[in-house]
């Protein structure tokens, strides 16, 4: 397939690279920021401009890879008729896309994409169509670039998309206040590694409320006032700690 790229942030490059990986002919590369569209257009070998001004060339999709404020103005600035053009947002509905082409959809990618890394992650892909026609050829392109493809509406992809926040997006903000909370006490937070690791692989053999462990499930009372009164010089943490121990609670029904 001749593919045309829209965007050269994190979703554009590392797609782009598993598109040509895959043996697809990226053609063009089109971004707002005219030097970020050529440095990817030379990882892909293709050519590059800006997606307002240059002309579009020829080809069979047209990925945009860009921001959700970006998609809900795209119109004013592209129309590209009957080509079949998709976005790649979750939380951002199909039908963004209904007046700059009949023909449209998504491609999902359910991963934290880093440009700047060497390898290709794993990537599960969610996928739509505007009909059941363009639905099928969308999933028939998306599985020549990962083994993990699925329709989902946009409904679903919304809420593929909350849960993505709660797994990833949370998930590291609790690092990173785990973080400064060790450098404030000065002990090495690369301790906590092994128990980050070992947690990860327990959630793939069984479901995450099986394996929760720690002392808000054991209604360990004693522990839980002494971490909140080494907590207490810091308000905000001690709540979202006293937050957590109490969602703990409620969603392990303990009383």
Known sequence: ????????????????????????????????????????????D?????????????????????????????????QLEDKLIVHTCGSVSKNVLTEISEKHGVIYPLQSLNKDSGDLPQIPLLIDGSTTEILSYLMKFAKTISNDV?????????????????????????YAIADDFCTQENIDFRKLMPLIAETAERIKKFPPKEVQTGPALRQDIYTLGKHLKMLSADPDLKYIYLKLSESILKLHRVK
């Not at 040509?20 to 990882?43: C, F, M, P, T, Y």
């Not at 590059?48 to 579009?56: A, D, F, K, Q, V």
């Not at 699925?150 to 609790?174: G, I, P, Q, Y």
């Open 1 to 44: 397939m001749k593919i045309v790229i829209v965007g050269s942030g994190n979703a554009a490059t590392v797609l782009g690279k598993l598109i040509k990986r895959a043996g697809h002919d990226v053609v063009q590369v089109l971004s707002r920021n005219e030097l970020h569209a050529k440095k990817l257009a030379d990882i892909l």
């Open 46 to 78: 293709c050519e590059s401009g800006n997606y307002i001004t240059t002309p579009y060339k020829d080809a069979d999709l047209y990925l945009f890879a860009l921001t959700d404020n970006a998609l809900h103005h795209l119109y004013e600035h592209v």
């Open 150 to 174: 699925s329709a989902a509406n946009d409904e679903e992809r919304l809420k593929f998309h909350v849960a993505a926040v709660f797994v990833n997006n949370f998930t590291n903000h609790l």
